[in-house]
């Protein structure tokens, strides 16, 4: 096999635990918009020139912050799929700039 092959498998793996994680933090709903636990965070660090990785989902940006001793700005975005109330925020890494930190809520 070859490395371009062995990355894009272990991320395509990465993407289908995500998708368990993420399912298994959304709350049931009580007569009010499903909602995730407060608190519950999952966060992945991955070496990338891509700012944005497929994972799956859909996704809109819905905001941009500079982060205090940061050179990298952290970007904001909610998922776009009917139902699915998961945000997600996306920043490179303060120390080494060639990975960068998705975290999902």
Same mark, same amino acid.
């Given at each position: 096999m070859d490395v371009p092959y062995l990355i894009w498998s272990r991320w395509k793996l990465v993407a289908r635990q995500l998708d368990h994680i993420v399912m298994m933090l959304k709350c049931k709903s009580g007569?009010? #918009?499903?909602? %995730? *636990?407060?608190?519950?965070?999952?966060?992945?660090?991955? #070496?990338?020139? %891509? *700012?944005?990785?497929?994972?799956?989902?859909?996704?809109r940006k819905y905001g941009k912050k500079s982060v205090k001793n940061s050179p990298n700005p952290r970007n904001y975005y909610k998922c776009s799929i009917g139902g699915c109330n998961v945000k997600k925020r996306v920043e490179r890494d303060r120390e080494d700039s060639r990975y960068v930190i998705t975290t999902y809520e």
């Open positions: 007569g009010k #918009k499903n909602k %995730l *636990e407060a608190g519950h965070r999952v966060a992945f660090r991955t #070496k990338s020139e %891509l *700012e944005i990785m497929d994972d799956g989902f859909k996704w």
